[in-house]
Structures are given as structure tokens and as C-alpha cells.
């Protein structure tokens, strides 16, 4: 059964227990500590060590905010959302993984197996994300496991269980969609009419495992409105080589074909 | 509250889910803000202006609740002909003693309908018991108009007191806009009535002012005007700061009270015999009646067989109060090296970062004999001594510290039994997950084995003033090969037991007043009703408030004062919000909770002529801990600076008082001195920002938790200071620049967050701009940074000693230093001088 995670952004509160009990229970490095002034974010994005990461946007600059700001506003809005890795349908860093160590599990979701990851960095430029990162010191690639190991042992993710609003619902992929539509559908009737599903169907990574609800455009949460994977362009590229090599083929021919005739 | 609250915040969410209104009044705007419907941004320490004109908005357009308002409150009843309000008085109240500078509240009392003068009052004790000292406990009997039209019936006075706290006054006092403020208003008075409740939730952001009291007394009469006490959905929220510190109050740690909320006694007041103490604590009405069973369970619980009717069960072994003794009296005695503070047990805080005018406090510390330090981590207080700014500065020299510092690890809660009691008085159990590392150890098992080794001290030596000490029970079972202590025993004991056969009570109503029964504390009775029955452990929760999951105190009522939810003749006011009422067929108090009433007392009950305690309170009267059993928008007495709030202005302000003359809360104490200056006020030139502090959800009060662990210590790691866009520009700070923040009591460094959630506000018609500190750093751990708290003064609300931290002024400006702050940066700021000017 393909699970899922439906990160629900209207109602994350940007505590960042999901970003902790990510950590803890991965046992996943720290990020070092850097102050970045980018609001409340200092651990900047995802990365080797950072598997959930919760993003703030603040939105308004110089408005007035008088009686128009908090959630219900379109002029003034701090905005919390928790990425993740999306585990696509089509996985861009699965399909250049030249060893094998990624795979995709019972549960749909992409992991990378460390022990037979080799570092050699494909996956990282084939994620449409920017979600794979290699850890230095180590050299292989990391990221969201989507808590396999405890999937396996029929725990949910230990993101989702920390999430104190259920801002973040673990489920199964088809219940999370309807879920998300029925949400989507609700905040219009009240009003909130920018928010958005993000859940990649629709383009070539073939729908995302981890959707998402947020408000405004995905750029502003610096995710793409149209990821792509690189293989996509495999057909294309194939085409045009076959193509290019026809034609050098022919051009080739025609040189040979030509230059005897001259010989003559 | 989602700042501090996460997890609590889950609840406002599904409300707001639900389709609740959430409000959100603060300086800044926060992530409580982000998730709310409205935001007001007001000037640090102006809540009394906002609340009182939700007052005034709710009095001048007609919308209290008026049936709940008449019947339970004390809105009908006379006030004393010779009483003056501050309207009279330009900002003061009768009684007011100048060369003194307290009130005598003898005026505030209510009219008597026989002519007679309420009985004296005795002396002050402090802030948190169920006496405040003052209070005219023997009012025999009052006069009411129901019909709310006598001039001076509290209703009045009320009305005529709140009529200067307008929507204009509180655009020029808050800086909030007026048609900000009555949306506001309109929205939280139309969800309150019949069919609709309202709650506010508060925490330390109301406490931390010289007026701390009276804002939330402020909270307390509207709650009452628009009926929201007593009722689901209703209430005033005490957040509260840490995992139960709530029961560090029920239990407490506060030096002013006995658990359950029985005043210390006073020494050459109310505490020369048990029987005096007793009578003065004893109302002659209202539940308190049974104060003495709950005074001699206590005592019976403590000194066991030793406790006997021919020595006051040994209420003479019990500590008086003689004097200031608040974590501020103290340290105030030791910075001063008097000498008469030898030595000190610092657990679980860390004063050295997380106590007002932490400058003045770290150097005191150097003027112990000893210290002991219980912590976790090796604190900036057990480390005062080698590498505090004062080391760094020169001002203390290492060598020539003599206190003789302890350290001790101590275990965390996840290593350790017992149960944390919670903002909703919850009692919930905890296991031990794991054992403490090394020698780390509970705070239970130190104070066990310290408490016994001091007995067998004593034990060896019969000077009178170990009599206390060798009579005290302690005999609690400790196991295993740390000898640990079976914290199950000690709840037991706060349950309650009958002497005779050492069988656990059922609750409080089963103690007694002769010595037959123990009991650690009143309130909690109930909670361990009998053996293997320890109701914190409960789980299983059912029906809407969640009767089964662990208890609340007491009697695992969930909601107080819920006879208030039904009508006077017991119906409930309304089907949506019905909670407790009258089975007439049954007659009993039945419904979804625990009635917080005699079960059988039916509603048209009239007390006889001398009935007494609980007795002597009417069936219709819900606050059956008031003698009169109605909700106190008038406190006759018991409060230091009032019997109504009034708004003062911080200690330090930018502006002149716009409400009164008067300019500062008379009666709040500066504790002004040339190590805890003041800067002039209003308007001090030199200082022209208010500042105000907080926490972050990302860190752990004093930092001792969270800047200590790397997962934590990332998401926050450097001190910064957030300000608009607006001032930074004007000081030239651009985001991420190291500003100086410097008030007359200390200078630090901090990064500058420069956004838009801070707004520069106008006041007075000139901008104020405000700037917001988070407090949690130190010079330790992985994370450092300088510490707000050398910023803020040692000050005193007069009610319940509180400083004043969360509105101050301050001056902001752009330094030469390079960053980053941790570890990396030119010297240090160095304090300013002590030439300030005080209040």
C-alpha cells in the first residue's frame, strides 16, 4: 500500500518539532549553528542533515496592519510550511543512481541504502528538488528516509507523530489526496482562496508521495510549479542523437560518395 | 502561546478549525499572531488600558450578562459611603498614606446593612494565600440592589471608574487603532452569553508589570460581566511556564504560603497560637469555613504522633514570615553582604541568566559561604565564580571569590517518577524511562537523603531549635542500590489518611479538625483514594472534559465554579453550553462534570440564621470560596494597590501617564538602589525604546536544556534582537548587524532581526518604536550570548512581588563590533554609569 504524507500548512504553528524528532530519531547530524536573519529559519533548507525543514515566509513588508493580519489576511502572513523529501512516482535521483542503493520500498516511498550508496553524487543534480545532499566528510548521499524502519515496525513517521496541530498526517496516498481536496475545498467556502495542492501530478515526476497544502505560489516556499525529471529528456535526447548520428551517417555518405566522384 | 504552548496551542487550533475567533493582543507579532484571526499590536504594558476598555465597551453599550451578573457576582452590592475612587482622586484611592506609601483599605469595604464596622483586619501576609492580609473577613452582612441603579452599588462605581477607558484613550495609550480595538471588542463580546462563551489565556506577558495583579483582575471582570466564568468554553488561562509549575504553587516553593494555599503564618500577627491563626484565617462563611481541618491534617501529615492537641499539633515548629523574604528580598540581603545568608540551594533555575538585573545577582552570589548548585548541566550559576562577564570584566576576581560552590548532577524528568500537575490543575503521572546517568539523581531523592541526614544531625542534639526537626515524619521507603525514594508514598501522604488506621481519605471533605486525619494538602485530596488506586495514572479518558485521564484538583472538578453554568434555579442557561445542574427528581447537582457545589444542595437553599462555612452560602451562589459566594468584580480588601485595577505606567515609560496624574502603580516597590538604577521616567532622552522580553519556542527558559543540545541549539543559535524595518534604518542596523542594547542597569550585544512583525506605534501622536528580546542565552553551552536579564531591574508588584520585565525602555544602536556574537567579537559593552535618575 503506497503511504503518504499530507503536510497541511494552513495549520502548522512553525514550531519545528517535526525538524527535531526528524533528527533525533534518524540520529542525523547537526547543521551547525548558523544565525541566517532569514526570519526563524537558521537551519536553512534541506540537506545531509536537515531531513524536515520548516520554511518562514513572511509577507507584507511595509503595508499597514491594522486589523488586516494573522491567518485570515492577505496583507500580513507569516506563512510556515515543512518540507520534505516528495518520494516522486517518477524519482529523478532513483532513475540516475548507478549503483543500485536507491530503491523504491513496499510503501512507495525512494531510499537510498547507505550501505551500498558510492557517493558519486547523480542523484543530488537529478533531483528536481534540490532534496538529495551528500554529507562531507562522508561522501554519500542523504535524505528523508520517510521512517522505513519504522514503517516497517507499523509506527508512522516520526515527524507526523511529533506534530503537535497534525499539521503533518501520515496515511495511505489515495486517502491523503481526498483529504487534501476536501481541505482545499473548505478553505475556499472561508475565504482562503490561495490555497494550493502541491502535489507534482500532472508533470513528469508523476505525483509526489509527500503533498502538500500551502498558500500563494510554490516559488515562494522555493519549490518548483512545474518539477521535471531529468529523464524526460532522455526520449528527446536519444531522438536527437539518433538523429545527429543519422544525419553525420548521411553526411558522411554523401562526403565519401562525393569525394570519389571527384576522385574520378 | 504557540510560541511557548505548542502543544497546548494544538486545542486553539482545532477550535479555530471549528470555527472560534482567535484574538491575539501582543507587542509583537508572533506565531500565535501568524495563526490568528486578529492581531493588535499594543506599547509593552498597556494591557490595563485595553482590558479596561473592553470593560468600558461592555458596560456603555449594554452587553453584560445580566442575569449571571446580578445573581453571581458582587455587581448589586453598596460600597461604604466614604469610599473615593481614583476619578476623585486623579488616579488614587481612599486611604491612601503618603509618609507610608501604602492604602489602608477600610474605605473599600462593602456598606454593612446593620451599621456595623467589619471586624479588623490582620496584617499583611503575602500575595499568593488565601489571605493577602487586609482583607475584612468578618463583613457581617451587605446590602444589595438587584435593580443595579444605587449609585454607589459596584456596578456603578464600576461603570463610572471604566468610563475614561475609551476606544480613543486606548489609540493614545496602546497605540492601537480605535476601529482596531472595537472589532476587537465586538468580536469577543458577541461570543459571549446564554448560548456562547469566550476564554482568554494569559501567561507571564500580564504577570512581569508593576500592575501584574490588576491586569489580570482586569481579565477577571469582564470574564464576569459577560459571564464566561464557570461555564465550558469560559475561563481565564494561566498559562503556565514550565511542566507543573503550577504544582510548584499548589505545592509550593513560594516562601508566602503552605500547600493548598494556607498563608504562612506571620510572626507577632496571626501566628502566636494556632487558635489565633485560625481565627484569623477561618471565614465564618464560605468554604474557607473548614480552613482549620485543612491547617491541623496538615500539621498531623508533617509532624505525625508529635502533632497533639496540648501543643497546637505543632503549629509552633512552623517557619513565620518577618520580613521580605522573595527570591528579591534575599538576594537583595546578599548583594548587600549582610552576612545573614550563608549559603544557598539553587535547583532547578538558573538565576545567573534567567533573574532580573542578573548583573547584581551573579555578583551577589560571591558573597555566600556556599553554594549549591542542582542541575543538569554545569549552569552559568554553578560557573558565576570562573567565567561570568563580571570575571571577564574584572569586576569579580576569581581568586578572591571565597564561596565554596556544589555541584550536583540532577536527573530530568524522563529519568525519574512523578507527576506533573498542569495549567488546567491536571495531575498527570510520569515514569521513569531510563535510569540517570553517573550520580545524577532526582531533586526528590537530594531533598529525601539531605532531610534525613539533617534529622539525624538533630537527633543528636536537643536544643529547642531542632524540636521541629526531630518531630518531622520522614520515613518514606527508599529502595534499590541508589536508594531511591518511592515517590508513590509521598503522593500518598499528600492524599491524605485516617490516623487511627492509616487507611488514604476519599477527598477533603472526609479531614478533620481534631488531629484524627492527615493530610500533605487539601486540594489534592482525592487524588490517591485508596491503595493501588492513584487516580494520576488514570487513562482512560470520557465524555467532553476527559474525566478519567489523571485528576484535577480538586475533585477532579475540570472546570471551577461550574454551578455558575446553570441558572440561579438550576436549569442550565442554554443546551449548547449546559455543564452541571439541578436533577430535581434526584435532587443532586448532576451533569458532564464534577459539580463544583455541595451535591445536595438545592438551588433555592436559604442559609438560617447562624449557619456557618459552607453552610451559610446560598444555593445560588456559585464562588463558594468567597464568604459571600459571589464572583469578586469589587475586592474589598486583600489587594495591596486597589479594589478596582487602575492603569499606571511602567516603571520605566516614554510617555507621561494619559489616564491619571498619578504616573506609577503608588504601591509597587522599585527596590531603587545604585546597583538597580532606574532610568528617568517619562520620557528619559537617553533611553527612547521600549523593550520588552520573551522566550522562543526553540529554547528552554534559562537555556540550560536547549542550548546544551545541538538539535535544539541550531534552530535558535545567536541572541538577536528583533526590531522594523523603521528603526533599523533609522540607527543605521541593517539585518543580521550587531546591535548594543543598553538600559541603566547593563549593556549587551545581540544580532539585529530586522522585520516587519515589529511595528513602530504611535503613541501620544509622536512614534514609540519597540524592540523584543529573547532571553535564553548565557555564557555557556554550545550556543552563547549576552543575557537579557543584566537589562531588566530587581522590582516588586505590590501584590505578589513580581518584577517588571516585560516593559522597560531602552537604547538600541548600530556597533562597530564584528560579528558573529558567539565567541568572536570585540570587547565586551560596558555597562553605563549609575547616574540615572529614578522614579
Request: aromatic share 10%; net charge negative.
Amino acid at each position: 500500500m503506497p503511504t503518504a504524507f499530507l503536510t497541511d500548512s494552513t495549520i502548522c504553528i512553525g514550531c519545528k518539532a517535526c525538524e527535531v524528532a526528524c533528527k533525533e530519531w534518524n540520529d542525523v547530524p547537526g547543521d551547525g549553528f548558523n544565525f541566517t536573519g532569514f526570519s526563524y529559519d537558521n537551519t536553512a533548507g534541506l540537506g545531509h542533515s536537515t531531513w524536515r525543514h520548516v520554511k518562514f515566509v513572511e509577507r507584507g513588508d511595509g503595508q499597514r496592519l491594522d486589523g488586516d493580519a494573522g491567518y485570515r489576511s492577505n496583507v500580513f502572513r507569516w506563512d510556515f510550511s515543512s518540507d520534505v523529501c516528495k518520494h516522486c512516482a517518477n524519482a529523478g535521483c532513483l532513475e540516475a543512481c548507478p549503483t543500485g542503493s536507491i530503491v523504491r520500498t513496499e510503501f512507495g516511498s525512494v531510499f537510498i541504502q547507505p550501505d551500498v550508496c558510492n557517493g558519486c553524487g547523480y542523484c543530488i543534480v537529478a533531483c528536481p528538488f534540490g532534496v538529495v545532499d551528500r554529507r562531507p566528510g562522508d561522501g554519500r548521499a542523504f535524505k528523508c528516509t520517510f521512517c522505513y524502519d519504522r514503517q516497517k515496525a507499523g509506527l508512522e513517521p516520526a515527524c507526523a507523530t511529533a506534530c503537535p496541530t497534525e499539521s503533518i498526517q501520515f496515511g495511505d496516498l489515495d486517502d491523503l489526496r481526498e483529504r487534501a481536496a476536501h481541505r482545499i475545498a473548505e478553505l475556499n467556502r472561508r475565504g482562503i482562496t490561495d490555497a494550493t495542492l502541491y502535489d507534482g501530478r500532472g508533470t513528469s515526476v508523476g505525483g509526489t508521495h509527500a503533498i502538500f497544502i500551502f498558500r500563494g505560489r510554490p516559488e515562494e516556499y522555493n519549490l518548483p510549479p512545474a518539477p521535471e525529471v531529468p529523464t524526460v529528456h532522455l526520449r528527446k535526447g536519444w531522438t536527437s542523437a539518433a538523429i545527429a548520428a543519422g544525419l553525420m551517417l548521411i553526411g558522411t555518405a554523401v562526403a565519401f560518395l562525393s569525394g570519389s566522384q571527384q576522385a574520378d | 502561546m504557540a510560541e511557548n504552548h505548542p502543544v497546548g496551542f494544538r486545542w486553539v487550533i482545532k477550535a479555530r478549525e471549528r470555527g472560534a475567533t482567535i484574538i491575539h493582543v501582543d507587542p509583537r507579532f508572533t506565531r500565535t499572531s501568524a495563526m490568528s484571526d486578529m492581531w493588535a499590536p499594543l506599547r509593552a504594558g498597556t494591557d490595563s488600558v485595553f482590558l479596561g476598555a473592553m470593560v468600558n465597551y461592555v458596560l456603555a453599550n449594554g452587553l453584560e450578562f445580566r442575569d449571571y451578573v446580578v445573581h453571581y457576582t458582587n455587581a448589586s452590592v453598596l460600597v461604604r459611603e466614604d469610599f473615593r475612587d481614583t476619578e476623585d482622586l486623579d488616579g488614587l484611592f481612599s486611604g491612601w498614606n503618603e509618609a507610608e506609601r501604602k492604602y489602608s483599605p477600610e474605605t473599600w469595604a462593602f456598606e454593612d446593612a446593620e451599621g456595623e464596622a467589619a471586624e479588623p483586619s490582620h496584617p499583611a501576609s503575602g500575595g499568593h494565600g488565601k489571605d493577602r492580609g487586609d482583607e475584612p473577613a468578618r463583613q457581617r452582612k451587605t446590602v444589595r440592589d438587584p435593580s443595579l441603579q444605587h449609585p454607589r452599588c459596584v456596578y456603578q462605581i464600576l461603570r463610572r471608574h471604566f468610563s475614561r477607558y475609551t476606544p480613543a484613550m486606548v489609540e493614545e495609550v496602546c497605540g492601537v487603532p480605535a476601529d482596531t480595538f472595537v472589532s476587537i471588542a465586538e468580536a469577543f463580546c458577541r461570543e459571549s452569553g446564554p448560548d456562547r462563551t469566550a476564554a482568554i489565556c494569559y501567561a507571564v506577558g500580564w504577570t512581569q508589570h508593576s500592575v501584574g495583579v490588576q491586569i489580570i483582575r482586569t481579565a477577571a471582570i469582564l470574564q464576569l460581566l459577560l459571564g464566561n466564568i464557570g461555564r465550558p468554553g469560559g475561563g481565564i488561562l494561566a498559562l503556565r511556564g514550565h511542566a507543573s509549575i503550577q504544582g510548584s504553587t499548589d505545592i509550593p516553593t513560594l516562601y508566602d504560603i503552605l500547600p493548598g494555599y494556607l498563608p504562612m503564618p506571620v510572626f507577632g500577627s496571626d501566628s502566636r497560637t494556632l487558635e489565633k491563626y485560625v481565627r484569623c484565617h477561618q471565614a465564618p462563611s464560605g468554604w474557607w469555613g473548614h480552613f482549620d481541618r485543612y491547617i491541623v491534617s496538615l500539621l498531623k501529615a508533617w509532624y505525625g504522633d508529635a502533632a497533639r492537641p496540648d501543643n497546637q499539633f505543632g503549629f509552633g515548629w512552623l517557619p513565620r514570615i518577618s520580613g521580605d523574604h522573595s527570591h528579591f528580598g534575599y538576594w537583595l540581603d546578599m548583594a548587600d553582604g549582610t552576612g545573614r545568608l550563608e549559603g544557598l540551594f539553587v535547583m532547578g533555575q538558573n538565576p545567573a541568566v534567567g533573574a532580573p538585573n542578573a548583573r547584581l545577582e551573579r555578583r551577589a552570589m560571591a558573597n555566600l559561604k556556599w553554594l549549591v548548585v542542582r542541575d543538569m548541566v554545569e549552569s552559568e550559576t554553578a560557573t558565576f565564580w570562573l567565567d561570568s562577564p563580571e570575571v571577564e570584566r574584572g569586576e569579580l576576581i576569581t581568586s578572591e571569590i571565597a564561596t565554596e560552590v556544589f555541584f550536583f548532577p540532577a536527573a530530568a524528568h524522563a529519568e525519574k517518577n512523578g507527576c506533573f500537575t498542569n495549567t488546567q490543575r491536571l495531575i498527570q503521572s510520569h515514569d521513569r524511562a531510563v535510569d540517570p546517568p553517573g550520580d545524577a539523581r532526582s531533586d526528590a531523592w537530594f531533598v529525601y537523603h539531605l532531610g534525613r541526614r539533617l534529622k539525624a544531625k538533630a537527633a543528636r542534639d536537643e536544643r529547642p531549635r531542632n524540636a521541629g526537626l526531630n518531630a518531622l515524619t520522614w520515613n518514606y521507603q527508599a529502595s534499590g542500590p541508589a536508594h531511591r525514594l518511592e515517590i508513590d508514598e509521598v503522593l500518598k501522604e499528600i492524599n491524605g489518611k485516617t490516623v487511627a488506621d492509616g487507611k488514604q481519605v476519599s477527598g477533603y471533605t472526609a479531614l478533620a479538625a481534631d488531629g484524627s486525619t492527615s493530610c500533605g494538602c487539601w486540594i489534592y485530596s482525592g487524588v490517591y483514594p485508596a491503595p493501588g488506586h492513584n487516580r494520576t495514572r488514570e487513562r482512560y479518558p470520557s465524555g467532553p472534559y476527559g474525566h478519567g485521564w489523571g485528576f484535577a484538583w480538586p475533585a477532579d472538578r475540570r472546570i471551577l465554579y461550574n454551578r455558575a453554568s446553570a441558572r440561579p434555579d438550576g436549569t442550565p442557561w442554554s443546551e449548547r453550553k449546559k455543564l452541571v445542574w439541578w436533577d430535581a427528581n434526584a435532587k443532586q447537582w448532576t451533569g458532564l462534570d464534577t459539580p463544583d457545589f455541595t451535591k445536595d444542595k438545592p438551588p433555592d437553599y436559604a442559609p438560617p440564621t447562624g449557619a456557618r462555612a459552607d453552610a451559610a452560602i446560598p444555593g445560588d451562589a456559585p464562588f463558594i470560596m468567597h464568604p459571600d459566594g459571589l464572583g469578586r468584580i469589587w475586592v474589598p480588601g486583600g489587594l495591596k494597590d486597589g479594589p478596582l485595577p487602575a492603569h499606571y505606567e511602567p516603571f520605566e515609560s516614554p510617555v507621561p501617564n494619559r489616564v491619571y496624574q498619578q504616573q506609577i502603580n503608588p504601591v509597587a516597590d522599585p527596590k531603587v538602589r545604585p546597583d538597580n538604577p532606574y532610568a528617568q521616567s517619562p520620557g528619559d532622552p537617553k533611553y527612547p525604546h521600549v523593550l520588552t522580553t520573551y522566550r522562543l519556542t526553540e529554547h528552554h527558559t534559562a537555556g540550560g536544556m536547549s542550548r546544551t543540545l545541538s538539535h535544539l541549539a541550531e534552530l535558535q543559535p545567536e541572541l538577536f534582537c528583533e526590531l522594523s524595518p523603521e528603526l533599523a534604518e533609522s540607527i543605521g542596523a541593517p539585518n543580521g548587524s550587531i546591535v548594543a542594547i543598553t538600559t541603566p542597569r547593563g549593556a549587551i550585544e545581540a544580532r539585529a532581526l530586522v522585520t516587519p512583525r515589529m511595528r513602530p506605534l504611535t503613541i501620544q501622536g509622536r512614534i514609540v518604536h519597540q524592540v523584543g528580546l529573547p532571553y535564553h542565552f548565557g555564557g555557556r553551552g554550545l550556543v552563547r550570548g549576552d543575557v537579557v536579564n543584566d537589562l531588566i531591574a530587581i522590582s516588586e508588584e505590590p501584590n505578589v512581588r513580581i518584577m517588571e520585565s516585560k516593559a522597560l525602555v531602552c537604547r538600541v544602536e548600530a556597533t562597530a563590533n564584528p560579528g558573529p556574537g558567539a565567541g568572536n567579537r570585540g570587547p565586551r559593552p560596558q555597562p553605563p554609569g549609575a547616574d540615572d535618575v529614578v522614579p
